[in-house]
């Protein structure tokens, strides 16, 4: 492992910000890039980053990375400095408002006047090509401020990938996540290992976010001149909701760590461990004359005769306690079955977004992970003062994921949202 530092443009005299980003891995015509935190106030996926770095370079030292790998624990050193009274804001920049995970530029024009004359019949010339000019250009931009560094500085790192994962949080949720249907069928052994319950899919979801940013120039230039020259498929985006903002808890983090590292083992980024050549050799019990059948590795067993070089290799062998035949197979290695997958994946452009048309203490009257029908109450807002009751009620269903963690709504916040099944609605598809 090694780490890099990139300073950002300083907003301010006596201050100097940077991001830290981690490399794992010699190979470097395959790379993964993971980050966490886009949004500042967004943690569970920070605890996750830190025991991914230690399971890499465990994984680095044992030679079993397929990729090359880079991690930034924390992507949004901006976020975390902005506490009010207590209180962590870290979705929007303080200073412009904007929403730390949209706006993120689109390259593919560019870079498409720029390879014109340059891509070969050689695919993979062609990803160094663009890879390079990707390069290049967050290289040599001038950033106009902080913001605008901190950007770039992450889009020249993850624009290089052919995997992208970008971990976040909701208020309060089930485990889901955003594709894009392209990249889907390389997802989903993400989405099974974490049990994702909800996966929410669109090529174009709006407001620039950046999963789509970093995905966006290669899908351009492989629709500007696929049907000249090989074109690599591209890097493939996935932005992972690892539950509710408050769910940060070390147990959950490992197991999602180890989760996402066993997709990628799946997915073939990472080697899976050799699984242990096993025979079955027969030993007495002591005080008996039965046998108990035990397992030893093949490099103990080799060249094992039936006089003493058999009994030195059994000594190193843990006989079990149980006397009669006790049969023992070895299963480190093994690959490991993942998961079925909880739901099918789903348009975002089917998810409803139910709002409080009015102000009042919110009370939820279903669960998380409720499969909830047309016309049902979703939950209630009640004024204390009148004893007015107004009842959220879902016009189209589906699966209720996430929902606002404030306990008092204001008129026309967000309360509630459902995955459904059949598209309902267009333009912007995101929270603002």
């Known amino acids: ?68 790998f880079t991690l930034v624990p924390v992507a949004n050193p901006l976020a975390l400095s902005q506490h009010w009274h207590g209180t962590h804001l870290g979705r929007f920049h303080s200073e412009s408002g904007q929403d730390f995970n949209r706006r993120f530029p689109a390259l593919g024009e560019k ?65 889901h996540l955003y594709t894009t249907p392209h990249a889907w069928p390389d997802i989903e052994p993400l989405a099974r290992w974490l049990g994702s319950e909800v996966q929410l899919l669109a090529q174009i979801s709006g407001g620039e976010p950046f999963d789509e940013a970093c995905c966006e120039p290669w899908l351009a230039l492989a629709q500007r001149f696929g049907d000249q020259y090989p074109m690599p498929r591209g890097l493939l985006p996935v932005t992972l909701e690892l539950r509710g903002v408050r769910d940060v808890d070390p147990e959950q983090a490992e197991r999602d760590a180890e989760a996402i590292l066993n997709a990628l083992c799946e997915i073939g980024y990472i080697a899976a461990e ?83 048309p009015v102000s009042g203490l919110i009370l939820h009257r279903k669960k998380l992970g409720a499969h909830i029908r047309p016309g049902e109450v979703v939950a209630e807002v009640v004024d204390p003062v009148t004893d007015v009751i107004t009842p959220l009620v879902a016009e189209f269903g589906g699966v209720l994921y996430a929902r606002h963690w404030a306990k008092f709504a204001t008129a026309g916040m967000l309360v509630v949202r459902l995955a459904g099944e059949d598209e309902v609605r267009s333009g912007d598809l995101l929270v603002g």
Not at 309 to 335: M, R
């Open 274 to 356: 050799s699984p242990a050549v096993s025979a079955e050799v027969a030993a007495p019990v002591i005080g008996g004359d039965e046998l108990a059948l035990v397992t030893a590795n093949a490099d103990d067993i080799a060249g094992m005769t039936e006089s003493s070089a058999a009994a030195s290799a059994l000594e190193a062998v843990d006989i079990p306690e149980e006397s009669g035949l006790i049969k023992q197979h070895h299963t480190e290695g093994a690959a490991a079955v993942s998961p079925a997958l909880k739901h099918p994946a789903t348009p975002l452009a089917g998810c409803e977004y139910i709002h409080s």
């Open 1 to 68: 492992m090694h780490q890099q530092h990139h300073p950002l443009l300083s907003a301010s005299l006596g201050t100097q910000r940077e991001i830290v980003s981690f490399h794992f891995g010699e190979e470097k015509y395959k790379q993964v890039y993971i980050q966490a935190s886009l949004h500042g106030d967004e943690i569970p996926g920070m605890a996750v980053a830190w025991f991914l770095k230690q399971k890499l370079m465990t994984l680095e030292s044992a030679g079993r990375l397929r990729a090359g």
């Open 111 to 175: 870079l498409a006047a720029e390879l014109a004359g340059s891509l070969t019949p050689n695919e993979g010339d062609n990803k160094r090509l663009i890879r390079d000019a990707i390069d290049r250009h967050y290289r040599d931009v001038i950033a106009k401020n902080e913001l605008d560094a901190q950007r770039h500085t992450l889009m020249r790192m993850a624009s290089q990938a052919d995997l992208m994962i970008d971990l976040h949080c909701d208020w309060e949720a089930l485990t």
